[in-house]
């Protein structure tokens, strides 16, 4: 079955920048969703941004202006843009893809905005 692998996070300061990367292990040519959740400490899963197959894109409105979602279709791989972090914004960010064949999720890679 397809697995997700993310990269990209690490530690920022506020108002930096970071690209996270989501490689799926196989080509999807399905109908599906992509995108991006994120995890705090004591705080819900909650989405950050989504990409359809058909490229419509959706973002929490926390982020909306800041990141931005996009595909690759090539290399298979989805990405988050995120610009002018915060310290609001440190979590554990999973990778998601949604289909008929059911929902995968990534490990999580962790984001943390500090000083």
């Known amino acids: 079955q397809v697995q997700l692998v993310e990269s990209g996070g690490g530690l920022v300061q506020p108002g930096g920048s970071l690209r996270l990367s989501c490689a799926a292990s196989?080509?999807?040519?399905?109908?599906?969703?992509m995108g991006w959740y994120r995890q705090a400490p004591g705080k819900q899963r909650e989405l950050v941004a989504t990409?359809?197959?058909?490229?419509?894109?959706n973002y929490a409105a926390s982020v909306k202006g800041r990141f931005s979602i996009s595909r690759d279709i090539a290399k298979n791989t989805v990405y988050l843009q995120m610009n002018n972090l915060s310290p609001e914004d440190t979590a554990v960010y999973y990778c998601?893809?949604?289909?008929?064949?059911?929902?995968?999720w990534g490990q999580g890679i962790q984001v943390t905005v500090s000083s």
């Open positions: 990409i359809t197959s058909g490229g419509m894109r």
């Open positions: 196989k080509i999807i040519l399905s109908i599906n969703t």
């Open positions: 998601n893809l949604n289909r008929a064949l059911g929902t995968t």
